[in-house]
């Protein structure tokens, strides 16, 4: 008989067939890689998704895709709700990707994960939960939310710049209710008490720039477009942003690139810089 798990996946990869693949292009996923890679940055934070149905054959491509791209020193990643469609077998799955989803702290659990580079701290979180049909939520949790906490003082203590990676975005109302974290109130409670320089987020397909109010200064909450998606007329086009972080006058200044798809030209380019506020 047919369990709900997998007359859902039936359900998306028939939306793949139907609809999806035509929006998300590999050659745009692959122009938009070789744009980052010409760019050199020090450090790549992927939010994820990276697969439709959490199928085992999507993940060994997708591995195949982020280690051509870079290895797990490079790039950072987080899973979304698609990496966790149905339950799965972790080793052959998002255990693949271990490599960019290690610890730089001694820890006993796998999340947040913790990557120092210099002086910026990257803290990823892992919010992808098996949902029933047509739900796209998730959830960070309260043992990972007490860890997060503990993390964040403790980074803040060492003086580092933290960035947050999460998957959905990490506060009520920057997602639909059925595309939501179902923590979303406690993850903002929890980032407004402890602080955090930055916070990266995917999911919602879109350009996004939301401020959450800490006693540490102004948190920005980022959401990118996809990175595969082609000209639609209900998402963002295809793009990915360059954050440029210094430390000058005891203050942090992030500057932000967004690199975009032209694809009337089939290339990438350059479509808005700004700055974020300064923090102490
Ligand atoms: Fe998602």
Redesign the pocket.
Same mark, same amino acid.
């Given at each position: 008989m047919l369990n709900d798990f997998a007359f859902k996946r039936i359900i998306g990869a028939l939306s793949w067939k139907w609809h999806r693949r035509h929006i998300h292009l590999p050659e745009v996923a692959t122009a938009l890689r070789a744009d980052i890679q010409a760019a050199s940055p020090n450090h790549i934070a992927f939010t /994820?998704?990276l697969t439709n149905i959490a199928a085992e054959s999507e993940f060994i491509q997708g591995e195949r895709w982020l280690k051509d791209f870079g290895d797990g020193n490079l790039i950072s990643f987080t899973p /979304?709700? *698609?990496d966790a469609y149905v339950p799965i077998s972790w080793d052959r799955t998002i255990g693949r990707l271990n490599a960019y989803m290690s610890s730089d702290m001694r820890q006993t659990e796998s999340f947040p994960f913790v990557r120092l580079r210099r002086n910026i701290a990257l803290i990823g979180l892992n919010t992808a939960q098996p949902q029933k049909l047509l739900s796209?939520g998730g959830a960070v949790g309260p043992a990972q939310r007490q860890r997060l906490a503990d993390q964040l003082r403790t980074l803040r203590e060492r003086g580092f710049y933290r960035v947050v990676m999460i *998957? *959905?975005p990490p506060a009520p109302g920057l997602a639909l209710p059925i595309?939501s974290l179902s923590d979303a109130a406690e993850m903002k409670d929890l980032l407004e008490s402890e602080g955090a320089e930055l916070v990266l987020h /995917? *999911?919602n397909h879109e350009h996004s720039l939301n401020f959450l109010e800490s006693k540490f200064g102004q948190i920005p909450i980022v959401g990118v477009p996809s990175a595969s998606m082609t000209k639609t007329s209900q998402h963002d086009i295809a793009a990915w942003n360059l954050y440029s972080i210094t430390r000058s006058k005891s203050q942090w200044h992030t500057n932000v690139k967004i690199r975009q798809w032209n694809a009337d030209i089939k290339q990438m380019e350059n479509q808005n810089a700004f700055d974020l506020p300064p923090r102490s």
């Amino acid at each position: 008989m047919l369990n709900d798990f997998a007359f859902k996946r039936i359900i998306g990869a028939l939306s793949w067939k139907w609809h999806r693949r035509h929006i998300h292009l590999p050659e745009v996923a692959t122009a938009l890689r070789a744009d980052i890679q010409a760019a050199s940055p020090n450090h790549i934070a992927f939010t /994820g998704d990276l697969t439709n149905i959490a199928a085992e054959s999507e993940f060994i491509q997708g591995e195949r895709w982020l280690k051509d791209f870079g290895d797990g020193n490079l790039i950072s990643f987080t899973p /979304g709700n *698609h990496d966790a469609y149905v339950p799965i077998s972790w080793d052959r799955t998002i255990g693949r990707l271990n490599a960019y989803m290690s610890s730089d702290m001694r820890q006993t659990e796998s999340f947040p994960f913790v990557r120092l580079r210099r002086n910026i701290a990257l803290i990823g979180l892992n919010t992808a939960q098996p949902q029933k049909l047509l739900s796209a939520g998730g959830a960070v949790g309260p043992a990972q939310r007490q860890r997060l906490a503990d993390q964040l003082r403790t980074l803040r203590e060492r003086g580092f710049y933290r960035v947050v990676m999460i *998957h *959905h975005p990490p506060a009520p109302g920057l997602a639909l209710p059925i595309r939501s974290l179902s923590d979303a109130a406690e993850m903002k409670d929890l980032l407004e008490s402890e602080g955090a320089e930055l916070v990266l987020h /995917g *999911h919602n397909h879109e350009h996004s720039l939301n401020f959450l109010e800490s006693k540490f200064g102004q948190i920005p909450i980022v959401g990118v477009p996809s990175a595969s998606m082609t000209k639609t007329s209900q998402h963002d086009i295809a793009a990915w942003n360059l954050y440029s972080i210094t430390r000058s006058k005891s203050q942090w200044h992030t500057n932000v690139k967004i690199r975009q798809w032209n694809a009337d030209i089939k290339q990438m380019e350059n479509q808005n810089a700004f700055d974020l506020p300064p923090r102490s």
